[in-house]
């Protein structure tokens, strides 16, 4: 099972090009334009110090050169101007393209089987949200505006060269071959090697996040040298990866360079053996020659911009590539029978690793409306029975079904509707306690808000918060101890009704006292839902329609509480265990 999140292919990376180009065609016609513009202003300023030199040499007056200075000042702001206007345009349109993919990602992420991105690790989503749209910013803000100034310059510097002297412009070609095989050399080797340091980065951006993630388990367990370790090997292939980059740029950019220069020497050349010849002015070799220089600017923005394309380019296969992964579809009015409501789960198989199967064939059936507590050891399996009952991974074989529906079929805003998951995992997020309820569905009235509060024991600490339910909480707001944040997930839960709640300990946090009431609560408040509940405290047991113990991927039990005690199996022998210690 492949865990990393995909890249897509050069076609879907074509299309998106071609799309982007059709949809923003105006703007990127009128950028182009302002870019041809500008070059060719700032091609008149050799042929004016050409004519100067010429007319010096054969004798002119003051009057003459000061006009020509004049006008060479004149074109000098033209080209200025229009510069700053191709740059604004262009800028525009980076910006606005930039807005699109990040928006249409992160749209997307946000679809995203939860399975798949735990499976990938969020620092690969993360570092292609980030850096890899960065790094598309930053090639379409400059890279479409400087390849095509550096080509028209290239274009029509060369034309203007060879209406000047096309003998003299016959030094050029020395510079055909140098180009040509160096950059053949190059493109092929770079491309493979750029996509493998973007994944190298992708890597450490990971390690990263889980090591800040992780940071109390690390200092607990002491396993920072381990981390450190991790991260340095990690660090160490993503450094072995530049190097190599660096390496392939060395062996080309000299050949480059030399393209550069030699051509000038060989305009010299011809130059001086034309001039004696008396086939060529002084003056129109030093225009020649400005020409050739002029052009080596050009041509190294060129490879250098294509060489930064390469980098843009693995960028968006990085970013599409997200989009190409299948997620839930969300058409919630999409015509469709409505499932039932007895969860159906025949012979069900899951592993998180292709070797290590963890759930090995679980069948069990909940009419709608019960309650099924669902003990066993750790690692037994129940966490990972809990997400697939939600829908949030996926069998790799058998069926978890409302009725007749499989899960997996239900549209991922109907989903939300028939079953939630509740761990003891909940995040606060930075904003108000309405709003951080409100991510429930729908859009709750005070009224309603306020019920499921008391519902679920928060009514005291919420009248003493300064702004009731506007106080901002999480990150930089009013402070929500862990205890408090497991009651607010549980109000969230309330709130969006769902006929099927799987509580994965969803009360563990809470003292024992404070959990019990919170339980007898919510067994009135739940009631007529089905609820499984995956329990450490076997007394939430007593209570259950059915109880199912798991042991090693497998339901190794299953009855009431009182069938279970009488069959006198592994679940009566926990069941005394925890009967002594209280
Ligand atoms: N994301 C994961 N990737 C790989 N293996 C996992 C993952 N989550 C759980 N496992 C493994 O699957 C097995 C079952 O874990 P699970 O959390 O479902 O058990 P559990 O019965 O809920 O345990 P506990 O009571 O400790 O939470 C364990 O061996 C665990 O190491």
Same mark, same amino acid.
């Given at each position: ?167 003299? /412009? ?103 053996? /034309? ?136 549209? /991922? ?152 005690? /009488? ?16």
């Amino acid at each position: 099972m492949s865990t990393k999140l995909p890249l897509a292919g050069g076609a879907a990376v074509r299309r998106w090009m071609w799309r982007t180009l059709l949809v923003h065609r105006r703007h990127f016609a009128a950028m182009m334009l302002l870019f041809g513009l500008t070059t060719l202003v700032g091609l008149i300023g050799p042929q004016i110090l050409g004519s100067l030199v010429d007319s010096v040499v054969t004798g002119t007056t003051t009057g003459y050169v000061d006009l020509l200075a004049a006008v060479f000042l004149v074109v000098l702001v033209v080209q200025a101007l229009l510069a700053r206007s191709a740059r604004l345009r262009a800028t525009m349109l980076g910006e606005h393209l930039l807005a699109e993919s990040r928006e249409s990602m992160v749209g997307h992420a946000l679809r995203l089987p939860l399975g798949t991105v735990e499976a990938a690790g969020t620092g690969d989503l993360l570092s292609r949200a980030t850096t890899d749209v960065d790094r598309l910013d930053y090639t379409i803000r400059n890279a479409a505006p400087e390849i095509t100034t550096a080509l028209i310059t290239i274009v029509l510097t060369g034309t203007a060269m060879i209406i000047t002297s096309p003998l003299l /412009a016959c030094g050029m070609l020395i510079a055909v071959p140098l180009m040509v095989f160096s950059t053949r050399w190059y493109f092929p080797r770079s491309l493979p090697n750029i996509e493998q340091i973007a994944a190298n980065w992708s890597d450490v951006q990971s390690s990263t996040h889980e090591s800040v993630e992780g940071a109390r388990a690390i200092a607990a367990l002491r396993l920072g040298a381990r981390r450190r370790a991790r991260n340095e090997q990690v660090l160490g292939r993503a450094a072995a990866s530049e190097k190599r980059h660096r390496y392939l740029l060395t062996v080309w950019l000299p050949f480059l360079e030399l393209s550069y220069v030699l051509p000038i020497g060989a305009i010299l050349l011809i130059g001086g053996w /034309a001039y004696q010849a008396e086939l060529v002015e002084l003056g129109t070799i030093i225009t020649v020659v400005l020409y050739a220089q002029a052009m080596s600017n050009p041509f190294d923005e060129l490879f250098m911009w294509l060489e930064e394309l390469q980098t843009g380019h693995t960028a968006l296969q990085r970013i599409l590539g997200v989009r190409e992964i299948p997620v839930a579809d969300d058409d919630a009015s999409r015509p469709g029978e409505e499932p039932g409501r007895d969860l159906v789960i025949r012979d069900l198989r899951f592993s998180y690793r292709e070797d290590r199967e963890i759930l090995h064939g679980v069948d069990l059936t909940v009419p709608a409306g019960q309650r099924l507590v669902i003990v066993g050891p750790s690692g037994a399996g129940k966490s990972t029975l809990g997400r697939l009952i939600a829908g949030i991974s996926r069998p790799d074989s058998g069926s978890v079904a409302f009725g007749s529906t499989e899960i997996t079929d239900l549209p /991922a805003a109907r989903l939300r509707r028939e079953v939630v998951l509740l761990t003891q995992e909940h995040h606060v997020f930075a904003c108000s306690l309405r709003e951080n309820l409100a991510l429930a569905d729908g859009d709750p009235n005070d009224d309603q808000l306020t019920d499921a509060l008391k519902a679920v024991g928060l009514h005291d600490w919420v009248s003493a918060l300064p702004d009731g339910l506007d106080t901002v909480l999480g990150a930089g707001g009013h402070p929500v101890p862990a205890a408090r944040a497991q009651q607010l997930a549980l109000a969230r839960v309330l709130l969006a009704d769902p006929h099927t709640v799987v509580l994965d300990e969803a009360t563990s946090l809470l003292d024992n006292v404070t959990s019990r009431e919170l339980e007898r609560a919510l067994s009135t408040l739940l009631a007529g839902r089905t609820v499984i509940a995956i329990a450490h405290r076997l007394h939430t047991a007593r209570n259950a329609d059915q109880v199912a113990v798991m042991s090693d991927g497998r339901i190794v039990e299953l009855g009431s509480h009182e069938e279970l005690l /009488a069959a006198d199996g592994s679940y009566a022998r926990l069941y005394r265990v925890a009967q002594r210690r209280v």
